[in-house]
């Protein structure tokens, strides 16, 4: 089972977007995705794990339906990217 993990990307201090992540090999993926985006010095960056993940289920007519998830995250030091290889 993969990892999940959230970077959240500001730009001058204002928060810009999440980019999540729970592929195969999340940690690469952030590190791609910040490769794009580490030429532009106005952007910082936090990263996130997800600790916890809640279902909402539903039964209905004997078949469970999951109605959504919400996960939990706790912050991430940025030097696990640096443990990753190209």
């Known amino acids: ?5 959230q970077l959240t990307i500001y730009q001058h201090g204002k928060l810009m977007g999440n ?3 729970s592929s195969l090999q999340p940690l ?6 910040m490769g794009y985006l580490q030429p532009h010095d106005e952007l910082s960056f936090e990263l996130y794990q997800v600790i916890e993940d809640t279902r909402f289920l539903m039964q209905k007519d004997g ?4 109605l959504g998830s919400k996960n ?3 912050p991430c030091s940025m030097d696990i990217l640096k443990e990753q290889t190209t």
């Open 63 to 66: 078949a469970m339906q999951i």
């Open 1 to 5: 089972m993969s990892q999940s993990y």
């Open 28 to 33: 690469q993926d952030i590190k791609t995705l």
């Open 19 to 21: 980019f999540q992540t």
């Open 72 to 74: 939990l995250y706790q």
